[in-house]
């Protein structure tokens, strides 16, 4: 059973910083592509960033120079720094794992920045 945990998020007020984790269990950590995605009220889920087994990274242009992914395959963990938060980072914020042709979420952690 593949599982998903994230924790990290919280209040925050503008130009703060936030670390988000999700550990997972269940799957060979480093065949997979692990991702962070957000999701405001009355908003589609969209893509935030994404790091693959080989720590290749992508990011959506609204969280560049700010957020920055990374993985430690030894903790089964991925990581989202997040800095200079402004009010439209806040959102629910989700861990995801693509692994063997099949696709994983967490449970969502809030993310809220005060102006």
């Known amino acids: 059973q593949v599982q998903l945990v994230e924790s990290g998020g919280g209040l925050v007020q503008a130009g703060g910083s936030l670390r988000l984790s999700c550990v997972a269990s269940?799957?060979?950590?480093?065949?997979?592509?692990m991702g962070w995605y957000r999701q405001a009220p009355g908003k589609p889920r969209e893509l935030v960033a994404t790091t693959t087994s080989t720590s290749s990274t992508n990011y959506a242009d609204s969280v560049k120079d700010r957020f920055t992914i990374s993985r430690d395959n030894a903790k089964n963990t991925v990581y989202l720094q997040m800095n200079s938060l402004k009010p439209e980072d806040t959102a629910v914020y989700y861990c995801?794992?693509?692994?063997?042709?099949?696709?994983?979420w967490g449970q969502g952690t809030q993310v809220t920045v005060s102006s």
């Open positions: 269940g799957i060979i950590f480093n065949r997979n592509t």
């Open positions: 995801r794992i693509d692994v063997l042709g099949y696709t994983y």
